[in-house]
């Protein structure tokens, strides 16, 4: 089992920035890949970025190339969400998820890739 734990979220003005976490625990070693989905009121979850928990590379949505970074601390298990020039399209739910699946390597924008998924964290951001 991995267990997620995410933090960071809150609300922002437009043009501002957050970090958003998530704590990795439990058998983190069988991890492929980690990614950030969201999933605004009303609308379907959507692939925000991704990264191979191996090599750390990492790929991202058209729609939050440029602004958002994902990143990870090896050591604490943790990884991270910089977003920067924030947007109110943006608002939405955050949710980290883990896959231990091979498939997500040619899969990592598909939601079914992932086996884990944290319980979401709030980002607003006001226009």
């Known amino acids: 089992q991995v267990v997620l734990v995410e933090s960071g979220g809150g609300l922002v003005q437009a043009g501002g920035s957050l970090r958003l976490s998530c704590a990795a625990s439990?058998?983190?070693?069988?991890?492929?890949?980690m990614g950030w989905f969201r999933q605004a009121p009303g609308k379907e979850r959507e692939f925000v970025a991704a990264m191979n928990w191996g090599d750390g590379s990492t790929y991202y949505a058209d729609s939050v190339k440029g602004r958002f970074t994902i990143s990870r601390d090896s050591a604490e298990n943790t990884v991270y969400l910089q977003m920067n020039s924030l947007k109110p399209e943006d608002t939405a739910v955050y949710y980290c998820a883990a896959s231990v699946e091979i498939r997500w390597r040619r899969d990592y924008t598909d939601s079914v890739s992932y086996d884990y998924w944290g319980q979401g964290t709030h980002v607003t951001v006001s226009s």
């Open positions: 439990g058998r983190t070693f069988s991890n492929y890949g």
